[in-house]
């Protein structure tokens, strides 16, 4: 089986070198790719001289240099790490070896669940936002999943050849859930160690702004893929509102036979109306996302049967 261990780099000339070395001696084996992300430090070079095949992603952004990763890199596993040294190597064997069991298509490097996270980040509300992303995904896609945003993960290559990656940015390991969940592919979580960054390593993760960023995706994605449920929700909302502008004026007219709140009966027969248009959307849209499915199922087993099952090129 063919391994690739990948990591997109960005400014970590302090610990680039150190990563590329644990993965070699842990996956001798493997092929270990550096996609430098226009940094200006000296993280190309290092890696260079670590042995690693090394090119270079102009595009600036982690969603954008995991796209160019998933569309050149051909192999049967594939391990995604930061190259910040904050993941321990010697846990690799335990991610991927539900991908080679044929067990799942994503294993997820849970941090949360020992603790390990939360003790050693030292940035303030990051352990917060994990939080909430967490529980935001679980209550919408109704599963149990400890980490959403750890960049310590395995595919198989039905993951990584089937996944349309469209964030540009540290969302992308929201997506990568996401799509995972809404596409039923299977899905493990082994729990790791995690250890933060080393004196002269920086984080290049904006907690506020790249949290709203995460959040941002995952409502956009829910809209995409759970449309009706969305919609719906919406239809509820401009409903109650309806109601309760409306109905002051309904019971106005059954006891005088008059109407004089006209603004308010005007809102109360708009707001109803959005409702429906809002519920309408909804179903054209489950439609359209339910036939988006069933032709994503279909290449898949095209892929299968043009691949062999994903053992090797043709």
């Not at 790490?81 to 335990?94: K, L, M, S």
């Not at 044929?102 to 849970?110: K, L, P, T, Y």
């Not at 907690?207 to 995706?217: E, I, N, P, R």
Request: proline fraction near 4%; glycine fraction near 8%.
């Amino acid at each position: 089986m063919r391994i690739a261990v990948l990591i997109p780099c960005y400014n970590e000339e302090h610990t680039i070198g150190a990563v590329i070395d644990d993965f070699r001696r842990e996956l001798p084996e493997a092929v270990i790719y550096v996609y430098d992300n226009n940094s200006s430090d000296r993280t190309y070079d290092i890696a260079i001289e670590h042995g690693a095949v090394v090119k270079k992603e102009p595009k600036q952004g982690k969603g954008n240099v995991i796209r160019a990763m998933f569309r050149d890199i051909n192999a049967d596993c594939y391990v995604m790490v930061d190259g910040d040294h904050t993941y321990p190597a010697d846990t690799v064997h335990q991610l991927i070896g539900p991908i080679i069991r044929r067990e799942a298509s994503m294993v997820i490097g849970d941090r949360l669940s020992n603790g390990t996270y939360g003790s050693e980040n030292k940035r303030r509300f990051h352990n917060l936002g994990n939080s909430l992303v967490k529980r935001t995904i679980n209550f919408l896609y109704k599963s149990d999943l400890e980490d959403i945003m750890t960049g310590y993960r395995a595919f198989d290559k039905v993951f990584v050849k089937s996944m349309p990656v469209m964030s540009p940015g540290f969302e992308i390991e929201t997506e990568m859930t996401i799509h995972a969940l809404d596409k039923r592919l299977p899905i493990k979580e082994v729990p790791i160690r995690y250890r933060d960054r080393p004196d002269g390593s920086e984080s290049k993760l904006s907690t506020l702004s790249d949290g709203l960023k995460v959040l941002g995706k995952i409502f956009t994605l829910f809209k995409e893929y759970r449309p009706m449920m969305f919609f719906s929700a919406w239809s509820v909302l401009l409903l109650l509102c309806g109601l309760a502008t409306g109905l002051p004026v309904v019971g106005e007219f059954f006891a005088t036979g008059y109407i004089t709140k006209i603004p308010s009966a005007i809102l109360a027969v708009g707001l109803v109306i959005l409702s429906m248009l809002s519920f309408a959307s909804g179903l054209i849209l489950d439609t359209v996302a339910s036939t988006h499915k069933k032709q994503y199922e279909l290449e898949l087993n095209r892929m299968f049967d043009l691949s062999g099952g994903f053992k090797g090129d043709q």
